[in-house]
């Protein structure tokens, strides 16, 4: 039995000890990489000393026994479910969730087979949760060396499948909560395929952390089978229960995409990545790490575009940061860094946007009045949603900009009512609307 599955509840006579996770935590300051400096060395052992003292507090808080168990056990799972996942910390993972319960001769399993191989043959990891199912299928088309799998122990149903059973890269979990961080935390982009219950608390748990900024922007996908219309159901669910009433911004529904076509789910997935590459708080600043620079008229349209998000300066493009050497991986990348004033959100979050009936009368239209106009001359700017799907092209971003138009948004950008055909620059354009998008769901914090 691997150790991830080596987590029996401790015998009822045995004290609970919850300091023993923590004697393996101490070993890990003195074993870090070669890049990381002194400071950082420091930081990372004052983190582990802040668990102990939380540890020594139970004692003093008179813990019961049970809820010293909760969090034994917490510990250990993370603690090896972050063992298993840190050697593969440097390739791109998708997470596919679906139902468990799908049969291998319905066009969702065949569905999820085809996008699992898919995002395989691009060098991705598929992450599911390792049981039957749409589960099953991701990891079939992904083939064994390209899956990792985070099964829920359950007493019934929940059997890891033959593809990822007795891999190393399989983790056994008994809480779904420590399971649903590590679906979230590791991964690059989000899948959903249909499913029950447990399908639609992850997808809607990732669209939650999105939009209220505490998980950094990722394209999700909500994949039908050809000609299925579950997540349109669901779709039109969420026009007409939140977004009419305005329980959710309009802006938010532009977090995920939805089609019954994997080329179009893969796509959304990969371009998302084609220059944006990751983003980090350093300090005060927030960073941007690029696959390549950009260029200066980029750049300058950046800092004209989106000087209303900046605390203070502007946005530069400049090599790695002292504090970022603890990612030694990522020290080519060029970066775009700046000072991202949290509080450049207009209205309060969750409610930017009018009622469906009119707009509201303490949310003006922000005028564009002096403003930089660009692209050819006698096109008129207008102010526009910017959190756009990252995989349209400039004329079907156009397009959802027109039906967009005059809406409050968070981070305002102007786009010319017809703008020229850019084919050639869209790829460094997309710089711009992964750097919008991002903008929108960060404001809240993170």
Same mark, same amino acid.
């Given at each position: 039995?691997?150790?991830?599955?080596?987590?029996?509840?401790?015998?009822?006579?045995?004290?609970?000890?919850?300091?023993?996770?923590?004697?393996?935590?101490?070993?890990?300051?003195?074993?870090?990489?070669?890049?990381?400096?002194?400071?950082?060395?420091?930081?990372?052992?004052?983190?582990?000393?802040?668990?102990? $003292?939380?540890?020594?507090? /139970?004692? =003093?808080?008179? &813990?019961?026994?049970? @809820? #010293?168990?909760?969090?034994?056990?917490?510990?250990?799972?993370?603690?090896?479910?972050?063992?298993?996942?840190?050697?593969?910390?440097?390739?791109?993972?998708?997470?596919?969730?679906?139902?468990?319960?799908?049969?291998?001769?319905?066009?969702?399993?065949?569905?999820?087979?085809?996008?699992?191989?898919?995002?395989?043959?691009?060098?991705?990891?598929?992450?599911?949760?390792?049981?039957?199912?749409?589960?099953?299928?991701?990891?079939?088309?992904?083939?064994?060396?390209?899956?990792?799998?985070?099964?829920?122990?359950?007493?019934?149903?929940?059997?890891?499948?033959?593809?990822?059973?007795?891999?190393?890269?399989?983790?056994?979990?008994?809480?779904?909560?420590?399971?649903?961080?590590?679906?979230?935390?590791?991964?690059?982009?989000?899948?959903?395929?249909?499913?029950?219950?447990?399908?639609?608390? $992850?997808?809607?748990?990732? /669209?939650? =952390?999105?939009? &209220?900024?505490?998980? @950094? #922007?990722?394209?999700?996908?909500?994949?039908?089978?050809?000609?299925?219309?579950?997540?349109?159901?669901?779709?039109?669910?969420?026009?007409?229960?939140?977004?009419?009433?305005?329980?959710?911004?309009?802006?938010?529904?532009?977090?995920?995409?939805?089609?019954?076509?994997?080329?179009?789910?893969?796509?959304?997935?990969?371009?998302?990545?084609?220059?944006?590459?990751?983003?980090?708080?350093?300090?005060?600043?927030?960073?941007?790490?690029?696959?390549?620079?950009?260029?200066?008229?980029?750049?300058?349209?950046?800092?004209?575009?989106?000087?209303?998000?900046?605390?203070?300066?502007?946005?530069?493009?400049?090599?790695?940061?002292?504090?970022?050497?603890?990612?030694?991986?990522?020290?080519?990348?060029?970066?775009?860094?700046?000072?991202?004033?949290?509080?450049?959100?207009?209205?309060?979050?969750?409610?930017?946007?009018?009622?469906?009936?009119?707009?509201?009368?303490?949310?003006?239209?922000?005028?564009?009045?002096?403003?930089?106009?660009?692209?050819?001359?006698?096109?008129?700017?207008?102010?526009?949603?910017?959190?756009?799907?990252?995989?349209?092209?400039?004329?079907?971003?156009?397009?959802?900009?027109?039906?967009?138009?005059?809406?409050?948004?968070?981070?305002?950008?102007?786009?010319?009512?017809?703008?020229?055909?850019?084919?050639?620059?869209?790829?460094?354009?997309?710089?711009?609307?992964?750097?919008?998008?991002?903008?929108?769901?960060?404001?809240?914090?993170?």
């Amino acid at each position: 039995m691997d150790e991830s599955t080596n987590f029996d509840d401790l015998p009822a006579d045995k004290p609970v000890d919850v300091t023993q996770p923590l004697e393996q935590l101490l070993d890990v300051a003195a074993s870090l990489p070669a890049g990381v400096n002194d400071e950082q060395r420091r930081r990372i052992g004052d983190l582990i000393e802040r668990i102990k $003292e939380s540890a020594d507090k /139970l004692v =003093l808080d008179n &813990t019961s026994r049970g @809820d #010293l168990k909760i969090l034994s056990r917490t510990l250990r799972e993370l603690r090896y479910a972050f063992k298993v996942f840190s050697p593969y910390r440097g390739r791109r993972k998708v997470t596919v969730f679906g139902s468990a319960r799908t049969q291998k001769f319905e066009p969702a399993y065949e569905q999820a087979v085809r996008f699992g191989k898919a995002m395989a043959d691009h060098h991705w990891l598929v992450v599911t949760g390792a049981a039957s199912g749409i589960m099953e299928a991701g990891h079939l088309g992904a083939g064994r060396e390209n899956s990792m799998g985070l099964n829920i122990m359950l007493p019934f149903e929940q059997y890891a499948n033959p593809i990822i059973r007795g891999d190393h890269k399989l983790v056994h979990m008994k809480y779904f909560f420590t399971r649903k961080l590590m679906f979230v935390k590791e991964c690059h982009a989000v899948c959903c395929l249909p499913g029950g219950f447990g399908t639609l608390d $992850e997808g809607l748990e990732v /669209l939650t =952390l999105l939009q &209220t900024g505490k998980r @950094d #922007l990722v394209p999700v996908v909500f994949l039908d089978a050809p000609g299925d219309g579950y997540w349109q159901d669901f779709q039109q669910f969420v026009i007409k229960r939140l977004k009419a009433p305005a329980l959710i911004s309009p802006e938010d529904l532009s977090l995920y995409k939805l089609t019954d076509n994997v080329d179009e789910a893969v796509a959304e997935t990969l371009n998302f990545y084609k220059v944006f590459h990751s983003m980090r708080y350093v300090k005060h600043r927030l960073v941007f790490r690029l696959n390549r620079r950009l260029s200066e008229e980029t750049l300058e349209a950046i800092n004209v575009e989106f000087e209303d998000i900046l605390s203070s300066g502007r946005f530069n493009q400049r090599e790695v940061l002292p504090d970022e050497r603890d990612e030694p991986e990522l020290t080519h990348l060029p970066r775009l860094v700046f000072h991202f004033n949290r509080a450049s959100q207009v209205g309060p979050p969750c409610r930017v946007g009018p009622p469906v009936t009119g707009r509201s009368p303490d949310r003006p239209i922000p005028s564009t009045a002096g403003l930089p106009k660009h692209g050819s001359s006698g096109n008129a700017a207008r102010p526009t949603v910017v959190a756009v799907t990252w995989s349209e092209t400039m004329s079907q971003l156009a397009e959802t900009t027109a039906q967009l138009a005059n809406k409050i948004i968070i981070s305002t950008t102007l786009i010319p009512a017809d703008p020229p055909p850019l084919p050639g620059r869209f790829e460094e354009l997309g710089a711009l609307f992964v750097f919008s998008a991002a903008t929108c769901c960060s404001a809240t914090g993170c």
